[in-house]
């Protein structure tokens, strides 16, 4: 297979290193056109002296400025000298000593097509071997000539290697610095142990993975690396690596509130090698999609009970109702028909509860204003408290639109609030501190007074129908509100205050909504008149708009157009890879991402979408796309 121009450069270039002697070649603009790396070693020129295309000029004036040539009294005459005789160039040889005592051949030979190349060799050695000879010539003998003969020889042999393996290294070096800016680049802690525990490599990524944690690793114990909590969640796995075996475990980090992924591989020496990537979204993502198919499953269940449960409450409601018609029966038989008729329309209510629980739309998060929703929750749940009863609201989010699910986060807090006050009668104090955790989630902490969750409720408060209030309560609010959670994404703790009373802490993935500027808007969409139809909507708005069909185009107009300022896709799009594939690839970049899709809800790949971003569905009003470009409270 024939070589291309580069790599018979490279060959050449390997070549000329491994030569001995420095070499030049001049072309006949007296420019450097050739030079390998010992001329930039023997003479100690900075780099821009042997880059193609340097000045012969120049260099001159370097050497001769630092006393190359000795004495010299003008500079420039010098320099003009030379320059003069390069231009009408002559083949020749010549010994000079220079300024550093060391001796050096010169040989030049003008080049067919202009210009001419120099070899230069360092003598120095060979001069003094000569003048040592010439002095003690008749006092050596034969023997003592050969054995110098042999010594010159196995040197040189000696240096033919040493300029191999200076030319090996120089390839090495240049493949490790390749190999670690391939694994800086990775959104991913990459690094190996031995088999005591510390790292003997590792990229500069464990602090962008972990935060808090130090880049600079290799020589630390793994233990010190990642603290004492992170480290014992991960020991018994990496023992297993040292043991021969692989494993991949995830846990929580407590003060990041990340998930984080570790996998070990055991390498051949008894130590492993270690990758370590966040999956928080990922496992947002996942969450909401188990707990959808929870519910779907949870639906299908009851959907059959609630029709035959409905018609025989009805079926009771219609004969007790004959029954309290019929005269002559005793007074306790009134009694006894109201609480049965009292029994079955509770019943009823409960299977509406059961069919709204199972059968509510999947979250649809806008553009939200936190503290607008925070002031119309206390709107809503002021009114329900006894006047006894105090609700502080502490509002620490930041001043930004944020994508939820306004109706059920509401929803949800109201109904933390009413148990709360449930709990506190008749009096007492509710406290809501909602804040930011990191970079990660929306944490609502919910607080009372009262007398806290007991052990069996903090193990099945959030099972379907377990209640404390009795006759008094259906058993699903707190089960309503975890199943919304997890439809976000999100997580519900239960627990106690150490003072006394109950604190419930509600999460959801934090996701600032899409900037409203009227900036550059890469659509994706791979029908023709569609794509046609969004983009007069987006100029319309005062976007500028570039267009693509297929993740490969996208990715490939967002690394050549710098200015991109959001990127509107729809799911499915032409040859390989989706919009999430899209919006999971630009992640790193931090350029916002609106999906639009015409999928059903109960499609995976759109619930996927609905637990990580913005999603339009098709079809969608212009008045719905300027709702999603543009922040705003959503009603």
């Known amino acids: 297979m024939p070589q291309t121009p580069a790599a018979i450069q490279t060959l050449t270039a390997a070549g000329l290193n491994l030569i001995g002697q420095a070499l030049t070649i001049y072309d006949n603009d007296l420019r450097l056109a050739v030079c390998n790396a010992r001329f930039q070693s023997m003479f100690d020129l900075p780099d821009n002296l042997v880059m ?22 003008d500079v420039e005459a010098f320099v003009r000298e030379r320059v003069e005789q390069a231009r009408a160039f002559q083949a020749h040889y010549m010994e000079r000593t220079r300024a550093t005592g060391t001796i050096i051949s010169v040989e030049g030979s003008p080049l067919p097509q202009g210009g001419w190349v120099t070899v230069y060799t360092d003598i120095t050695r060979t001069k003094q071997q000569e003048v040592l000879l010439r002095a003690r010539s008749e ?21 033919s290697t040493v300029s191999t393996l200076e030319e ?48 600079d690793i290799v020589g630390l114990h793994i233990s010190d690396a990642l603290g004492p909590t992170v480290y014992s969640k991960v020991r018994d796995h990496l023992q297993t690596a040292f043991s021969g075996l692989e494993a991949v475990h995830e846990f929580s980090d407590i003060d990041s509130a990340r998930r984080i992924r570790v996998a070990f591989t055991p390498d051949s020496n008894g130590g492993a090698y270690v990758l370590s990537m966040d999956v928080t979204q990922e496992t947002q993502a996942r ?8 519910r779907t499953l949870a639906a299908q269940v009851t959907s059959g009970m609630a029709h035959d449960f409905s018609n025989l409450l009805t079926i ?47 979250p649809n998060p806008r553009a939200t204003d936190p503290h607008v929703l925070l002031q ?135 996701r600032f909504s899409p900037t409203g500027t009227k900036g ?37 107009l967002i690394e050549t157009i710098p200015d991109i300022q959001l990127v509107l896709s729809d799911i499915h799009l032409s040859g390989e890879g989706t919009g999430l594939d899209l919006m999971n690839g630009l992640r790193k970049t931090g350029t916002p991402v609106i999906l639009m899709t015409s999928l059903p809800e109960t499609d995976p790949l759109h619930r996927m979408a609905c637990a990580t971003t913005l999603v339009l569905h098709k079809p969608f009003s212009p008045a719905d796309l300027a709702a999603a470009l543009t922040p705003k409270v959503a009603q």
């Open 52 to 73: 193609i295309g340097a000045p012969f000029e120049e260099t001159i004036r370097h050497l001769a400025q630092r006393g190359e040539y000795g004495e010299v009294d």
């Open 139 to 159: 006092e050596l003998s034969d023997q003592v000539l050969a054995h110098t003969e042999e010594l010159a020889s196995t040197n040189r042999a000696l240096a």
């Open 168 to 215: 090996t290294k120089r390839h090495l070096t240049k493949i490790e610095a390749r190999t670690r800016l391939t694994t800086e680049m990775m959104p991913a802690h990459i690094a190996h142990v031995d088999e005591a525990g510390h790292y003997t490599y590792s990229n500069r990524r464990l602090s962008s993975v972990i935060p808090n944690r130090p880049s």
């Open 287 to 294: 969450v909401a999609l188990q707990q959808t198919r929870r």
């Open 316 to 362: 009771i409601l219609g004969m007790q109702s004959s029954l309290a018609r019929i005269d002559g029966l005793p007074k306790e038989a009134n009694a006894l028909i109201d609480a049965t008729l009292s029994a079955a329309q509770r019943g009823g209510q409960l299977l509406s509860s059961i069919a709204e629980m199972t059968g509510q739309p999947l």
């Open 376 to 510: 119309d929750l206390q709107t809503l749940a002021r009114p329900s408290l006894p006047s006894g009863m105090t609700l502080t609201v502490t509002d620490l989010l930041p001043d930004a639109s944020i994508l939820l699910d306004s109706g059920t986060v509401q929803d949800s807090l109201l109904n933390l609030i009413l148990n709360a006050r449930d709990a506190c009668q008749p009096d007492g104090a509710i406290t809501l501190c909602a804040e930011t955790v990191h970079d990660t989630w929306v944490q609502f902490t919910l607080s009372d007074t009262g007398a806290g969750f007991s052990a069996h409720a903090l193990e099945h408060a959030c099972d379907p129908f377990f209640t404390t209030k009795g006759k008094d309560g259906s058993g699903l609010g707190l089960p309503m509100v975890y199943d919304m959670t997890k439809l976000a994404g999100g997580d519900l703790q239960l627990g106690n205050q150490s003072g006394g009373g109950a604190v419930v802490r509600l999460r959801l993935p934090l």
């Open 520 to 556: 550059l808007v890469l659509l994706v969409e791979d029908e023709d008149d569609l794509r046609a139809h969004y983009r007069d909507l987006l100029i319309g708005l005062g976007h500028s708009v570039v267009e693509a069909i297929s993740v490969q185009e996208a990715t490939a």
